[in-house]
């Protein structure tokens, strides 16, 4: 993933405390050619491990539990605080009305 270094965060204790406040991930693996995406809460375990251990729970009927987590790529993203952004907030709407909405 292309990260500008302006955007890059590598405090640890910040992403900790990013992953405890907004703890929906979304983890992608890729099983037999195919991608695997699921929405799972997690916890973060911060004393287990060099950067913490991530811990989850599946219902037993998902068969990502079945990939080999440590032999099978995967990601999990988790996404910070976000919101609508409304065209009228953008000072060209005002201007010439050439404003489209975003999500940040």
């Known amino acids: 993933m292309y990260l500008p270094k302006i955007h890059e965060e590598t405090r640890l ?3 900790h405390d990013l992953l405890c406040a ?18 799972i809460s997690f916890l973060l375990d911060r004393s287990r ?3 913490g251990t ?9 068969p990502i539990w079945r990939t080999p987590v440590d032999k099978v790529p995967s ?3 988790f ?5 609508y952004i409304t065209p009228s ?3 060209s709407k005002h201007e010439h009305g050439k404003a ?3 999500w940040n």
């Not at 996404?79 to 919101?83: A, V």
């Open 54 to 62: 991530l811990l989850g729970h599946v219902a037993r009927a998902n």
């Open 49 to 51: 491990g060099e950067f």
């Open 89 to 91: 907030w953008y000072p």
């Open 13 to 15: 204790d910040v992403l």
């Open 100 to 102: 489209v909405p975003t």
């Open 75 to 77: 990601v999990i993203i």
């Open 79 to 83: 996404r910070g605080p976000q919101t």
């Open 22 to 39: 907004h703890s929906l991930g979304t983890w992608v693996s890729a099983e037999s050619g195919e991608l695997n995406v699921n929405h």
